[in-house]
């Protein structure tokens, strides 16, 4: 009887110990001025992507071409671009689709390399070296070279973009996880589990997966930053989001070679948002890696 009331001892108390450090690593994050700081702009750009067309002052898509590039001023904060649309308007409403599209391709990413890091780690052997090799000769490209190509084939859309950024960063999260699993894979908890008659995918996405866990994470936080300036990127490039998107990039591609002329405003406020929301995520990614890695 006392035998089988200490093994309920110690998992309870394991248990309490486990939400104790979980209270412990939110508290932690909560009291950071860094990840306060970055939660604030990620939360206005959030509010901006759900109820922009609501705050938009005036029609984003609407044109007025008698009232072209107008300077900022008291009616159009942010100035007009070519067309005569407000720029502050587009700059709010745009927001909706790269916090669609950057959170989407990052949640792709994230559960195909957690997926494939969890099978190359756990079973070792000949698959690790095949798609190892695989993963080292994707790593070696670059991210927008690979995206551009897939979408000169697949062709430009939203979901196109989706998958490419996300199959992207496949390999990446793959490796970070892997990692993270060879440091498991020997450990008692997983030996017992083996022991027990329990199957090779219960063991690695019940057992091990919650072990991993905090690396998974801090990997999706930065692999945010950079979906958002991927995305961007793409656009501006006339891969990604295609008109008549309110979308930072396009802007920037539609607008850029307005500068010479002096009309500045037509780049810098699009441009600003981009770099406030990439700025946003590496403060929270920042903070959550250094909580994780205490």
Known sequence: MTGAVQPAEAQAASERALQAARFETLRAL??????????????FWVVCAIFGPLLAPLD????????????PDRVHWFGTDQLGRDIFSRVIVGARDILTIAPLATLVGTVAGTTLGLLIGYFGGWLDNALGRLIDALLA???VVLALAALAALGASNVTVV???????????ARTVRAAVLAERHLDYVDAAQLRGER????????????????????ATVRLGYAIFAVATLSFLGFGIQPP??????????????????AWWTVVFDAGAIATLVVGVNLVADSVQGVFDR
């Open 30 to 43: 909560v009291r950071s001025p860094t990840f306060l700081a970055g939660t604030a702009i990620l939360l």
């Open 200 to 219: 090779a995918p219960y063991i690695m996405f019940a057992e091990i997966l919650p072990n991993v866990l905090p690396p998974v994470i801090v990997e």
């Open 163 to 173: 998958l490419v950024i996300g199959l992207t960063f496949t390999p990446i999260t």
């Open 141 to 143: 490209l670059p991210l």
């Open 60 to 71: 984003p898509y609407a044109s007025d071409p008698l009232n072209s590039l107008l300077p």
């Open 245 to 262: 998107s309110a979308d930072w990039g396009l802007a920037l591609s539609e607008s850029y070679a307005l500068m010479t002329g002096g």
